[in-house]
Protein backbone atom coordinates (compact mmCIF):
# COMPACT_ATOMS: atom_id res chain seq x y z
CA UNK A 1 0.00 0.00 0.00
CA UNK A 2 1.54 3.46 -0.71
CA UNK A 3 1.60 5.53 1.90
CA UNK A 4 0.66 8.93 2.02
CA UNK A 5 2.69 12.25 2.15
CA UNK A 6 -0.33 14.67 2.42
CA UNK A 7 -3.69 13.60 4.11
CA UNK A 8 -6.79 16.04 4.44
CA UNK A 9 -9.93 16.12 5.78
CA UNK A 10 -12.40 18.56 5.90
CA UNK A 11 -10.36 21.68 5.58
CA UNK A 12 -12.27 24.95 6.19
CA UNK A 13 -10.35 28.26 5.98
CA UNK A 14 -11.65 31.33 5.87
CA UNK A 15 -11.03 35.34 6.81
CA UNK A 16 -13.25 37.31 8.76
CA UNK A 17 -17.13 36.22 7.34
CA UNK A 18 -15.39 34.56 4.51
CA UNK A 19 -15.13 31.21 3.87
CA UNK A 20 -12.08 30.68 1.02
CA UNK A 21 -12.05 26.80 1.00
CA UNK A 22 -14.84 24.83 2.66
CA UNK A 23 -14.87 20.51 3.48
CA UNK A 24 -11.87 19.93 1.80
CA UNK A 25 -11.28 16.17 1.24
CA UNK A 26 -7.71 15.23 -0.49
CA UNK A 27 -4.61 13.33 -0.31
CA UNK A 28 -1.11 13.10 -2.03
CA UNK A 29 1.28 10.16 -2.49
CA UNK A 30 4.30 9.74 -1.52
CA UNK A 31 6.41 9.76 -5.20
CA UNK A 32 3.79 11.38 -6.95
CA UNK A 33 3.21 14.30 -8.81
CA UNK A 34 -0.23 16.33 -7.39
CA UNK A 35 -1.66 19.42 -9.47
CA UNK A 36 -3.26 21.83 -8.06
CA UNK A 37 -5.69 23.49 -10.44
CA UNK A 38 -8.69 26.10 -11.15
CA UNK A 39 -9.80 29.17 -11.88
CA UNK A 40 -8.66 32.59 -10.55
CA UNK A 41 -9.77 33.17 -6.73
CA UNK A 42 -10.67 28.86 -6.29
CA UNK A 43 -8.46 29.08 -3.18
CA UNK A 44 -5.18 26.86 -4.93
CA UNK A 45 -2.65 29.50 -3.40
CA UNK A 46 -4.45 29.14 0.18
CA UNK A 47 -4.19 25.32 0.45
CA UNK A 48 -0.96 25.48 -0.78
CA UNK A 49 -0.27 27.88 2.29
CA UNK A 50 -2.43 26.09 4.38
CA UNK A 51 -0.72 22.56 3.80
CA UNK A 52 3.09 24.54 4.88
CA UNK A 53 1.37 25.89 7.77
CA UNK A 54 1.54 29.60 6.28
CA UNK A 55 -2.61 29.51 7.78
CA UNK A 56 -4.30 27.87 10.26
CA UNK A 57 -7.69 26.67 9.01
CA UNK A 58 -10.82 26.94 11.13
CA UNK A 59 -11.50 23.53 10.75
CA UNK A 60 -10.02 19.99 9.65
CA UNK A 61 -7.35 17.89 9.55
CA UNK A 62 -3.95 18.43 7.73
CA UNK A 63 -1.71 15.64 8.10
CA UNK A 64 2.12 16.27 6.27
CA UNK A 65 4.42 13.09 6.25
CA UNK A 66 2.70 11.55 9.11
CA UNK A 67 2.14 14.82 11.17
CA UNK A 68 -0.86 16.78 12.19
CA UNK A 69 0.63 20.03 10.80
CA UNK A 70 -2.49 21.69 12.34
CA UNK A 71 -1.44 21.02 16.31
CA UNK A 72 1.98 21.24 16.56
CA UNK A 73 4.26 23.02 18.62
CA UNK A 74 6.28 25.20 17.18
CA UNK A 75 9.62 23.23 17.65
CA UNK A 76 7.57 20.59 15.75
CA UNK A 77 6.65 22.63 13.51
CA UNK A 78 10.30 23.52 12.46
CA UNK A 79 11.26 20.09 12.27
CA UNK A 80 8.89 19.39 9.81
CA UNK A 81 9.61 22.72 7.74
CA UNK A 82 13.05 21.47 7.21
CA UNK A 83 11.23 18.39 5.64
CA UNK A 84 9.47 20.34 2.95
CA UNK A 85 10.82 23.00 -0.05
CA UNK A 86 8.90 25.81 -1.31
CA UNK A 87 9.22 27.15 -4.77
CA UNK A 88 7.58 30.18 -4.50
CA UNK A 89 5.66 31.95 -7.22
CA UNK A 90 8.17 35.38 -7.37
CA UNK A 91 11.01 33.41 -6.49
CA UNK A 92 11.41 35.21 -2.98
CA UNK A 93 15.02 35.30 -3.38
CA UNK A 94 17.33 37.88 -1.43
CA UNK A 95 18.99 40.53 -4.05
CA UNK A 96 21.89 41.46 -1.87
CA UNK A 97 22.92 38.21 -1.95
CA UNK A 98 24.54 35.88 -4.95
CA UNK A 99 22.77 33.42 -5.80
CA UNK A 100 25.44 30.70 -4.04
CA UNK A 101 24.39 32.36 -0.51
CA UNK A 102 20.75 32.33 -1.29
CA UNK A 103 20.97 28.80 -1.49
CA UNK A 104 23.71 28.43 1.76
CA UNK A 105 21.36 30.36 3.64
CA UNK A 106 19.12 27.51 4.45
CA UNK A 107 21.84 24.92 5.03
CA UNK A 108 23.18 27.82 7.45
CA UNK A 109 19.99 27.88 9.30
CA UNK A 110 19.22 24.62 9.39
CA UNK A 111 22.30 22.62 9.77
CA UNK A 112 25.62 22.18 11.79
CA UNK A 113 27.58 21.57 7.97
CA UNK A 114 30.61 23.24 7.76
CA UNK A 115 31.16 26.04 5.01
CA UNK A 116 33.22 23.32 2.59
CA UNK A 117 30.25 20.96 2.94
CA UNK A 118 27.90 23.43 2.63
CA UNK A 119 29.17 25.20 -0.70
CA UNK A 120 29.76 21.41 -2.00
CA UNK A 121 25.96 20.99 -1.37
CA UNK A 122 25.19 24.60 -3.18
CA UNK A 123 27.56 23.80 -5.89
CA UNK A 124 25.19 20.09 -6.92
CA UNK A 125 21.96 21.56 -6.32
CA UNK A 126 23.15 24.55 -8.58
CA UNK A 127 24.08 21.86 -11.31
CA UNK A 128 21.02 20.20 -11.28
CA UNK A 129 19.62 22.83 -12.41
CA UNK A 130 21.77 24.16 -14.63
CA UNK A 131 22.85 26.72 -13.08
CA UNK A 132 26.67 26.31 -12.18
CA UNK A 133 27.64 29.50 -14.04
CA UNK A 134 25.60 31.57 -12.11
CA UNK A 135 27.54 30.53 -8.35
CA UNK A 136 29.04 34.43 -7.95
CA UNK A 137 25.56 36.06 -9.94
CA UNK A 138 22.75 38.41 -8.00
CA UNK A 139 19.69 37.68 -9.03
CA UNK A 140 18.84 40.61 -10.76
CA UNK A 141 21.73 39.75 -12.86
CA UNK A 142 19.76 36.84 -14.15
CA UNK A 143 17.10 36.28 -16.36
CA UNK A 144 13.30 35.48 -15.21
CA UNK A 145 13.66 32.03 -16.05
CA UNK A 146 17.39 31.51 -14.51
CA UNK A 147 15.45 32.95 -11.34
CA UNK A 148 13.20 30.46 -11.35
CA UNK A 149 15.53 27.69 -11.73
CA UNK A 150 17.78 29.21 -9.29
CA UNK A 151 14.94 29.22 -6.67
CA UNK A 152 14.10 25.87 -7.30
CA UNK A 153 17.54 24.98 -6.75
CA UNK A 154 16.79 26.75 -2.85
CA UNK A 155 13.64 25.25 -2.70
CA UNK A 156 15.65 21.57 -3.07
CA UNK A 157 18.86 22.27 -0.99
CA UNK A 158 17.64 20.38 1.90
CA UNK A 159 16.48 17.26 0.34
CA UNK A 160 12.93 18.39 0.81
CA UNK A 161 10.67 14.89 1.03
CA UNK A 162 7.59 17.39 -0.84
CA UNK A 163 8.31 19.87 -3.07
CA UNK A 164 5.62 22.74 -3.19
CA UNK A 165 5.62 24.58 -6.33
CA UNK A 166 3.60 27.70 -6.66
CA UNK A 167 2.98 28.93 -10.42
CA UNK A 168 6.38 27.86 -11.48
CA UNK A 169 5.43 28.94 -14.93
CA UNK A 170 3.93 32.24 -14.08
CA UNK A 171 5.98 35.24 -15.94
CA UNK A 172 8.14 32.67 -18.40
CA UNK A 173 7.88 32.51 -22.21
CA UNK A 174 6.77 28.86 -23.66
CA UNK A 175 10.12 27.49 -23.64
CA UNK A 176 11.44 28.39 -20.76
CA UNK A 177 8.63 27.07 -19.50
CA UNK A 178 9.09 23.95 -20.55
CA UNK A 179 12.08 23.76 -19.39
CA UNK A 180 10.98 24.23 -16.17
CA UNK A 181 8.53 21.03 -15.99
CA UNK A 182 11.19 18.93 -17.33
CA UNK A 183 13.28 19.71 -14.22
CA UNK A 184 10.38 18.82 -12.40
CA UNK A 185 9.48 15.88 -13.97
CA UNK A 186 13.43 14.73 -13.02
CA UNK A 187 13.55 15.69 -9.47
CA UNK A 188 10.38 13.25 -9.16
CA UNK A 189 11.73 11.03 -11.58
CA UNK A 190 15.35 10.06 -10.47
CA UNK A 191 14.98 11.09 -6.97
CA UNK A 192 11.70 10.55 -5.87
CA UNK A 193 10.79 13.62 -4.49
CA UNK A 194 6.84 13.64 -3.72
CA UNK A 195 5.64 17.24 -5.50
CA UNK A 196 2.95 19.61 -4.97
CA UNK A 197 2.31 22.16 -7.97
CA UNK A 198 -0.28 25.10 -8.23
CA UNK A 199 -0.96 26.35 -11.34
CA UNK A 200 -3.55 27.29 -14.19
CA UNK A 201 -1.32 26.72 -16.85
CA UNK A 202 -2.81 24.16 -19.29
CA UNK A 203 -0.08 23.06 -21.54
CA UNK A 204 2.41 22.94 -18.27
CA UNK A 205 -0.56 20.36 -16.11
CA UNK A 206 -0.65 18.25 -19.37
CA UNK A 207 3.09 17.76 -19.49
CA UNK A 208 3.62 16.99 -16.00
CA UNK A 209 0.40 14.75 -16.39
CA UNK A 210 0.08 14.48 -12.17
CA UNK A 211 -2.62 13.66 -10.38
CA UNK A 212 -5.12 16.35 -10.31
CA UNK A 213 -7.26 18.31 -7.76
CA UNK A 214 -9.32 20.56 -9.36
CA UNK A 215 -11.44 23.39 -6.85
CA UNK A 216 -13.47 25.48 -7.31
CA UNK A 217 -15.17 28.28 -5.20
CA UNK A 218 -13.36 26.99 -2.59
CA UNK A 219 -14.31 23.27 -3.02
CA UNK A 220 -12.92 20.24 -4.77
CA UNK A 221 -14.73 19.58 -7.64
CA UNK A 222 -12.56 16.85 -9.43
CA UNK A 223 -9.86 14.68 -8.86
CA UNK A 224 -7.65 12.29 -11.32
CA UNK A 225 -5.67 12.14 -14.05
CA UNK A 226 -4.86 14.50 -17.26
CA UNK A 227 -6.68 11.55 -19.19
CA UNK A 228 -9.69 11.48 -17.11
CA UNK A 229 -10.09 15.53 -16.99
CA UNK A 230 -10.27 15.49 -20.94
CA UNK A 231 -13.02 13.38 -21.24
CA UNK A 232 -14.85 14.57 -17.89
CA UNK A 233 -18.46 16.33 -19.14
CA UNK A 234 -18.30 18.54 -15.74
CA UNK A 235 -19.78 21.78 -16.11
CA UNK A 236 -15.83 22.65 -14.70
CA UNK A 237 -13.77 20.82 -15.84
CA UNK A 238 -14.84 20.34 -19.28
CA UNK A 239 -14.20 23.84 -20.31
CA UNK A 240 -10.77 24.09 -18.78
CA UNK A 241 -9.33 21.42 -20.38
CA UNK A 242 -11.20 21.88 -24.05
CA UNK A 243 -11.30 26.39 -24.26
CA UNK A 244 -13.47 27.58 -26.79
CA UNK A 245 -14.84 23.89 -27.50
CA UNK A 246 -18.60 23.04 -27.66
CA UNK A 247 -20.27 22.29 -24.12
CA UNK A 248 -20.27 18.70 -22.65
Known amino acids: MVSRAIDIRGLQVGYDDLLILQEIDAHVDRG???IVLGGSGCGKSTLLKTIIGLIQPRAGRVE???EDATALEDEDRDALSKRLGVMFQYGALLNSLTIAENLALPLEMHTDLKPDLVAAIVRTRLALVGLGHAYDRFPNELSGGMRKRAALARAMVLDPEILFCD????GLDPITAAEIDELLL???RELG???????HE???IERLDGRLIMLDQGRVAFTGTVAEARRSDHPIVHPFFHPGGPPA
Open 186 to 188: TLN
Open 202 to 204: LLS
Open 32 to 34: EIA
Open 64 to 66: VLG
Open 167 to 170: EPGA
Open 193 to 199: TTIVIVT
